[in-house]
């Protein structure tokens, strides 16, 4: 009837029309409301498990065996702590084994979950296999033991099943039980060999900070100094150096060697000084040093060693900000040059230099373009920066154009062991899921053998080296199989369908890119390096210096600097001013004003080494800077002179001048190399120019003559003096004589017999004689000597 009355074009009139709907509403309204309950119900129970799923945390401390087979007894430690304020009662601690995982998607998935997901968890395995806790106080811990025959687990299949410990019980006026806290974690089962074995590249990176500065010592061995003493502790008994070398010994990896690493241990083998505050005191871990040595030659003997350049330089900021600093590229390849005589020297082995490693394998073009520009063909990538929409995970190598190949390491498998492994809770879970993840790997695929490559973080802690360990150890080897990184570079097919296109700039992260070195750091280390290559040419020896900055340069550009800003700007602001304070021990000696009389004179310049070595290939120029007063070298207003000058000592270079006008001459002198360049300061000083006229000559001529005319007269007054002298004794000696005469005669003989009879003994003394010295002269005369007299001093 209602199709009939379609088709005719009649219907029910309006007002029907509003009575049916009225009543369909009354008898739906009691049908929704039954409903609607039941809708809510279990987003109501899901957000009530979400809640109470973090009052208890459940921590698994150990699992073992990691990697089960079916004869085996499952054992779980751990402990449940009540985070809550109530004590929680009747609680059992349950394992929960879910159903096999089927990609390494849904293990991704299962990580990222926190809380209990009711129908999302599988069900507690039950029975005996419980452990049960009537009461958990508020902040209170309780440890466990679950201990279950793999049998019982009921997984049959080898594959990955998640794997769960679970507290459920009752809290406050809840009278049922509840869960309220979950740990998951992943069960690998594989009992037996797999036909194909993915073929597994560990790296096992020895890296370490920048631990030399760029000073060195006065004696003949150069004795290096350490900015700190840290790097003994590193590779003590129990250090991270010493227990990466100790675990590697035996484990099947591929060795990636910071040359820096080994030249800085080297250093410390022999005695070094360490700085303290303002000063230095002498090293004492020479024994440290040199155990570690050769523990790590032994460990690497036979095996495949990378080495990477001289101190790991960032590849990323050379890319991002340093490539347009001229100088910056080529010093990558003198790193990289060293590398291979380093490894060789120290260890004893040839490295491989075909690699490069940007960090986090994160790449973009212009990286590439770096890693690559001093002669790597092989460049060590990540899959989270090369992706691939693959359901499988393809081989590790994969050509990129221009001879070049990206190893694109596995992301999930090489970030595996990062964060803190010292709690026993996180380093299990951790095992747990490399195994879980490598297995995945293989089981994707197993009729086809892949080639994956794991390249954990560059500076393992000695927790998270144990944990990598231990996977390398155990039960992987029921699925993998070791393979060398120049192998699964070079001798690995590359899979036709995975991504061979470099990612884009845009795509490099930005917490990365936040931490690179900037422009300015890279200006400050051209900025070193030119003033190195300045000095280097007028040193002797310049192997003394050059190696020391070279070295400390490549570690102002070392990877390890990042996250430490303000550090590696402290330690390239001490290398530079060291460096200006070498440079300063070669300088001018300022002088004071000259005065400069007559036509012609020499002006003398000193230079001052205060090194320990000579210097050649300087030149002095010294400039007249008034030309018409004062001309050098016969008429130019400059003049240049060569300088060599040994160790410790001085010289006086002497430059001939001539006067054609009086005043005050400005005169600069300049050390230069023999190429032009200028070396140090300028040092400034004025020469007086006072010129000797003819008519001054006259002047002086004529006072020399007045001294000798005064001197001719002070003669001719003392010759007539004495000749008045001599002609008065003469006449007071004939006088005399007149007046003995007329004496008696027997008076004057009896004086006579007399005075003749000590004259037998004493004939010398006797006064009369005009030739004879005074016997007695007096007291000398004090007064001032009177006009003409030579007076004696």
């Known amino acids: 009837m209602a199709e009939a009355a379609a088709i005719q074009g009649i219907g029910p009139s309006p007002a029907r029309r509003r009575v049916r709907r009225l009543v369909s509403l009354v008898i739906a309204a009691p049908l929704l409301a039954g409903f609607l309950p039941a809708l809510n119900a279990p987003s109501a129970q899901a957000a009530e498990s979400a809640s109470s799923a973090g009052t208890v945390d459940v921590s698994v401390d150990t699992l073992t065996p990691s990697a089960p087979v079916e004869s085996d007894t499952l054992t779980l430690t751990g402990s449940v702590t009540n985070r809550g304020k109530q004590a929680v009662t009747n609680a059992t601690v349950d394992l929960r084994v879910g159903p096999r995982m089927t990609s390494r998607s849904e293990i991704d998935d299962v990580s990222g979950r926190r809380g209990y997901r009711d129908g999302g968890d599988p069900p507690p395995l039950g029975g005996t296999y419980t452990v049960e806790i009537p009461k958990l106080g508020a902040g209170l811990s309780k440890d466990f033991t679950l201990s279950v025959p793999v049998s019982k687990l009921g997984i049959d299949d080898p594959g990955v099943y998640q794997l769960g410990v679970s507290l459920t019980g009752q809290t406050g006026n809840q009278s049922y039980g509840r869960v309220l806290g979950i740990e998951r974690t992943f069960l690998p089962y594989q009992p037996e060999d797999t036909d194909k074995k993915t073929q597994l590249t560990y790296l096992w990176p020895l890296i370490s900070t920048t631990h030399v500065s760029a000073e060195t010592g006065p004696d003949l061995q150069q004795t290096p100094v350490f900015e700190n003493d840290d790097l003994a502790a590193e590779l003590a008994p129990g250090g991270r150096l010493h227990e990466m070398v100790s675990l590697g010994t035996n484990l099947p990896v591929t060795w990636v060697i910071d040359p820096d690493l080994l030249a800085s241990v080297d250093a410390m083998a022999k005695p070094y000084r360490v700085k303290n505050g303002s000063t230095e005191i002498a090293g004492k871990n020479q024994n440290v040093a040199e155990r570690w040595l050769d523990l790590l030659e032994k460990a690497v003997q036979g095996q495949k060693v990378v080495a990477l350049p001289f101190a790991d330089p960032d590849l990323a900021s050379l890319a991002h900000h340093g490539k347009d600093v001229p100088g910056s590229l080529s010093h990558l390849q003198q790193a990289t040059a060293l590398a291979t005589t380093t490894v ?351 008519t001054v000559m006259l002047v002086i001529a004529g006072g020399v003559l007045l001294l000798v005319l005064a001197g001719v007269r002070m003669y001719s007054q003392r010759k007539r003096a004495a000749a008045r002298n001599a002609e008065a004794e003469a006449e007071a000696e004939a006088q005399a004589e007149a007046e003995v005469e007329t004496e008696p005669e027997g008076e004057a003989e009896g004086e006579a017999t007399a005075e003749a009879e000590p004259e037998t003994g004493a004939e010398a003394a006797d006064p009369g004689q005009p030739s004879d010295p005074t016997p007695d002269t007096g007291p000398e005369s004090g007064d001032p000597s009177g006009p003409g007299e030579k007076v004696d001093r």
């Open 344 to 694: 060789e020297t120290i260890l004893h082995v040839k490295p491989s230099t075909d690699f490069s490693w940007p960090v986090d394998g994160a790449v973009d073009p212009s990286i590439m373009s770096v890693a690559t520009s001093a002669g790597a063909h092989n460049v060590i990538a990540r899959s989270d920066s090369f992706r691939d929409d693959l359901p499988y995970t393809p081989n590790a190598a994969r050509p990129v154009g221009g001879g070049t190949t990206a190893v694109v390491s596995d992301a999930e498998l090489s970030t595996a062991f990062d964060g803190d492994l010292i709690r026993a809770e996180n380093s299990t879970l951790a095992v747990q899921s490399f195994l879980a993840q490598s297995l995945a790997v293989t089981l994707e695929r197993p009729e086809d053998q892949r080639s994956v490559v794991v390249a954990p973080q560059r500076m393992p802690s000695t927790a998270q080296a144990q944990a990598m360990a231990s996977v390398l150890q155990g039960a992987a080897k029921r699925w993998t199989q070791p393979l060398d990184l120049t192998a699964a570079a070079t001798t690995v097919k590359p899979d036709s369908d995975a991504s061979t296109r470099v990612p884009r700039g845009s795509a490099y992260p930005k917490r990365l890119r936040a931490q690179e070195l900037d422009v300015e750091a890279f200006e400050q280390m051209k900025k070193t390096r030119d003033q190195l290559d300045d000095f280097k040419v007028i040193l002797t020896a310049p192997d003394r210096v050059v190696p020391p900055f070279t070295n400390a340069i490549s570690r102002e550009m070392s990877t390890s600097w990042r996250g430490q800003k303000a550090s590696a700007s402290l330690y390239r602001q001490e290398v530079h001013q060291y460096l200006e304070s070498l440079t300063r021990e070669v300088q001018l000696i300022e002088k004071s004003d000259l005065l400069l009389s007559g036509r012609s004179a020499t002006i003398p310049v000193t230079v001052q080494n205060k090194l320990l070595q000579g210097v050649d290939h300087l030149v002095l120029r010294l400039t007249s800077g008034n030309k018409t007063r004062l001309q050098l070298n016969g008429g130019d207003a400059v003049a240049e002179l060569p300088v060599k000058i040994e160790g410790g000592h001085s010289q006086s270079v002497k430059f001939t001048a001539s006067a054609n006008a009086n005043g005050p001459v400005p005169m600069s002198a300049q050390l230069y190399t023999e190429d032009g360049t200028p070396y140090g300061p300028p040092m400034n000083f004025t020469v007086k120019v006072s010129e000797i006229t003819p």
